[in-house]
């Protein structure tokens, strides 16, 4: 591993973050006492590719964003931020903020370790640039992922950030607690999980299970995979766009809300039930689209 500064800045990667929520609001008020000074500094790790060709990331507070090339490293830039009471603080507070490296049955296992005290606030933001075609999984508590250009597939878990996947092909897992889900230009199995927030899919080829509690579930699909398509949503309204010439048994359920459909379906029709079936094409893998509150609209 080598170890390094970078002097040119990673566009936004060392961005502040806007303070949310009432604690943001307490922050801006309440300047001098614990987070009124602040420390800021970058820094450049190299790893050899692992054996297993899977990267495992930890990153409690922060952005991450993993980027796939035509590369053999894997390159991690860290933008840490630290706030403390004082100066003095904030800069130790800065240096205690690190990433650590385990090797675990052949797999790179990355962490953001930051040093929980109750009147300082530790942060990390990273940009990790590996080759397109490792398995990528990344594990975010406070903060947005973002996933471009693999090849090996990946998993995304964020509790309070958004997840947005882009060029990314093979098998593709993302949950989210309390934000939305975006996913475009994607190719392989998909299943999409929010608690709280929206889901968004744009030019996805293969199969797709996606459902929300809460949002609204947007769909454009290029290519039906073997598997089907299953979006759900508790509340929300489901939009879904289908090739123009498809092969696949759609299966429509609104408990409140209508159906609307843009495409020839042979006649049929929106039962009173709020159940719509019919076959498209020759029939195929399933279409099912369900919602308890919404409308349902079809393309």
Known sequence: MRRGRREETIHGLCGEDRPRGLGGFLRSLLSGIPWSESAQGMETLTFPPPRGGLLRVQNANGKTRVVGEERKDVEVIACKRARAESSEAAARLLEEIQVSETQTNGALELEVQIP???????????????????????????????????????????????????????????????????????????????????????????????????????????????DGVLLATSNGRIALELPEKVDAELDVHVDNGVIRTHRDLGGASPQPTGRLRVTLGAGGPPVKLRTSNGSISLK
């Open 116 to 226: 929980k005290k109750w009147n300082r606030h530790g942060a990390a933001n990273l940009e990790i640039h590996v080759p397109r075609e490792l398995r990528v999984e990344v594990s975010a508590s406070n903060g947005k992922v973002s996933l471009e250009g693999l090849r090996g597939g990946a998993k995304a878990r964020s509790s309070n950030g958004a997840v947005t996947v882009t060029d990314v092909v093979g098998d593709i897992d993302i949950f989210t607690s309390n934000a939305k889900v975006e996913c475009s230009t994607t190719r392989g199995r998909l299943v999409a999980r929010s608690s709280n927030g929206k889901i968004e899919l744009e030019d996805h080829r293969g199969s797709v299970d996606a459902s929300t509690s809460n949002g609204l579930i947007s769909a454009s699909i290029a290519e039906v995979g073997r």
